[in-house]
């Protein structure tokens, strides 16, 4: 079965600042995706970025970058210039590649607070 | 619909009664899964709806748990003889197939007191 940790509770950082949250996991499997969830008080789990195992290049969206590692099966989420809409829970989460039954199925880290101050 | 819906937003249920709680799916999507997070936990795989297909009931965690899913769209998670670990927000998402995109309803905050 897999797993997903992510080791930091809470994490903070100031308007404008980088950021980066830690997430480890653990497969037998060698194709899978991996994703960052963000869920703000609204509880709606939103999106933020997603990584297929089979690519080298690490994915990014906007101000949102990831840092794959596949060798450790680490996949740390990096937040540059930091707003204050950006604080939230943030997920780690993997999916298996294949296709079938609940290998479709997400399975989620237990998540990061972050916090944005001015 | 524009999004995955769910109802109620909250629910509080007294200790030992059922409970029902609904899921509309984004219009078109054949995969349905539904989700549990506890308080300051990751969200817990329950079911799994593809289609016409026998749903995936794996992450039940006791036969006081079911689900349905009628005619392919709305989804109802039942939890019978509600328990206070039933305290959870019940999240529901929606795909256009195995392996696609998820998208999340808002939840259900259900409190068993």
């Known amino acids: 079965a897999q797993t997903v940790t992510q080791s930091q509770p809470e994490m903070s950082v100031q308007e404008a600042e980088t950021v980066t949250l830690s997430c480890t996991y653990d497969t037998s499997e060698s194709d899978y995706y991996l994703f960052w969830y963000k869920q703000p008080p609204s509880r709606q789990m939103i999106l933020v970025i997603r990584?297929?195992?089979?690519?080298?290049q690490n994915a990014t969206e906007n101000r949102f970058s990831v840092n794959f590692q596949k060798a450790a099966k680490s996949f740390s989420l990096k937040i540059s210039d930091s707003q204050l809409g950006d604080a939230a829970m943030y997920f780690c989460?993997?999916?298996?590649?294949?296709?079938?039954?609940?290998?479709?199925?997400?399975?989620f880290g237990t998540g990061t607070r972050l916090q944005v101050t001015l | 619909g524009a999004g995955v819906s769910q109802s109620p937003s909250n629910k509080v249920t007294e200790k030992g009664k059922d409970v029902e709680l609904r899921c509309d799916p984004i219009s078109g999507h054949t995969a349905l899964y539904w989700y549990r997070q506890s308080l300051g936990q990751g969200l817990e795989f329950l079911i799994y709806f593809q289609g016409n297909s026998a749903p995936d009931k794996s992450g039940l965690p006791s036969d006081r748990f079911s689900a349905e899913r009628t005619g392919g769209s709305v989804s109802t998670l039942t939890i019978q003889r509600t328990q206070q670990e039933d305290s959870a927000v019940y999240l529901c998402?929606?795909?256009?197939?195995?392996?696609?995109?998820?998208?999340f309803g808002q939840g259900t905050r259900l409190t068993v007191v």
């Open positions: 990584q297929e195992a089979y690519k080298q």
């Open positions: 989460a993997y999916r298996s590649d294949r296709r079938t039954g609940t290998a479709s199925k997400l399975t």
């Open positions: 998402a929606s795909s256009l197939g195995q392996g696609r995109k998820a998208f």
